[in-house]
């Protein structure tokens, strides 16, 4: 089976939707035999033809006209890759929205949306004016799809409601890697990670620096390791902790250094939409204790706080390392619910249908 796979942009590019749908890719084609051709539509960057022995196609022009030029004639399932990113300046792209329609007006497809961002509104966000175009837009790529995924629960809700039909819900997995053998708490070594984009870490130094001190007292941390684009901190330590900012490494190499933490920190405002964090999901996916800067749980995605993830208010009381080794536990085996694996076996299960229910059933019996 052959397949097109709708991205905004795509690696080299950072990008965590196009890290997301390479892997699935990757999976698919290995364990389903199903190949995916890449469209994408990234302005000011002329990707490689070929990602992992992927075609990938660039549109010239975001319009209707290039969109449908741009669709391999024999493709008859598509998923799309939903996040503002397709239109960086409103966050609204009315051209994809008009251009799917024409697309389903001309071809007979199936089409899946994964919706990795649905606009929802942030009472903090500055630029508000935007909320109504994205909304309407989102809405009506999604009244499109023959089948809707998303990744958290306050989104599956939402889109369960005004779609009034089901909308499937799998967190994200983690793009820097997995691993099933962890190491106990005990044996790592007493370092915090601050992982993730140069504006959430940012937060971390600036907004949350109390708690960050804390985490370090409670968790007895004796090196904070810093890692992504360089936010150029100049800061030795903190508070007597020693900080090394290590700048942008390989996949390979951040999941070598969590797999030898203790654990992770991540900025959150919204814990709702915890199950959507690719730090998050990292941070599980290698056994390390997630410290998480808010303390409100998302039971609806499964997690909850000193079960799942920690959080380490300005005053809190110290931490036993059973305790802190029961937690990290909890969050590697609530990953390993929607592992690359399992996410890929869900797009599998849909683009499939009832062939890969018989592949299922034969397999089960044999």
């Not at 008009?98 to 007979?108: G, I, M, V």
């Not at 966000?125 to 994205?134: A, D, H, I, N, V």
């Not at 997995?173 to 106990?184: D, K, Q, V």
Request: charged share 20%.
């Amino acid at each position: 089976m052959n397949i097109i796979q709708i991205v905004p942009r795509i690696p080299p590019v950072v990008d965590g939707v196009g890290d997301y749908a390479i892997k699935l890719a990757d999976g698919l084609r290995k364990n389903y035999g199903i190949l995916s051709h890449f469209l994408t539509c990234q302005d000011g960057f002329k990707p490689s033809p070929v990602i992992n022995g992927f075609p990938v196609t660039q549109l010239p022009t975001q319009n209707t006209l290039a969109f449908l030029d741009s669709l391999p004639k024999s493709i008859d399932k598509i998923i799309l890759h939903y996040s503002e990113s397709y239109d960086l300046k409103f966050g609204a792209p009315f051209w994809l929205l008009e251009a799917l329609k024409a697309a389903r007006q001309q071809r007979n497809f199936k089409l899946l949306i994964m919706f990795h961002e649905f606009p929802h509104l942030n009472l903090w966000r500055k630029r508000s004016f935007e909320f109504p175009l994205q909304r309407f837009v989102a809405w009506r790529v999604a009244k499109l799809a023959d089948i809707v995924l998303t990744n958290n629960s306050v989104y599956q809700n939402t889109l369960t409601r005004g779609l009034n039909s089901p909308v499937i819900s799998i967190p994200v997995f983690s793009n820097i890697g997995e691993s099933e053998y962890i190491l106990p708490l005990n044996k790592r070594s007493r370092r915090l990670v601050v992982f993730g984009t140069s504006g959430r870490r940012w937060k971390i130094y600036k907004r949350a620096q109390a708690m960050l001190r804390n985490t370090c007292r409670l968790l007895e941390i004796e090196e904070i390791f810093d890692v992504g684009p360089s936010l150029n901190l100049k800061i030795p330590e903190i508070k007597g902790v020693r900080l090394v900012e290590m700048g942008e490494k390989s996949a390979q190499d951040i999941s070598n250094l969590m797999l030898d933490s203790l654990a992770g920190i991540a900025y959150s405002n919204n814990n709702g939409h915890l199950a959507k964090s690719g730090v998050f999901a990292s941070y599980c996916a290698h056994g390390l204790v997630p410290v998480i800067t808010q303390a409100k749980s998302s039971q609806a995605d499964g997690l909850e706080s000193n079960k799942n993830f920690i959080f380490a208010g300005a005053r809190s009381t110290s931490i036993d390392i059973l305790t802190l080794e029961n937690v990290a536990n909890q969050a590697h085996e609530w990953y390993r619910n929607h592992s690359l694996a399992k996410t890929v076996e869900v797009f599998a299960s849909q683009l499939l249908g009832n062939a890969f229910l018989q592949e299922i059933c034969s397999t089960a019996s044999n």
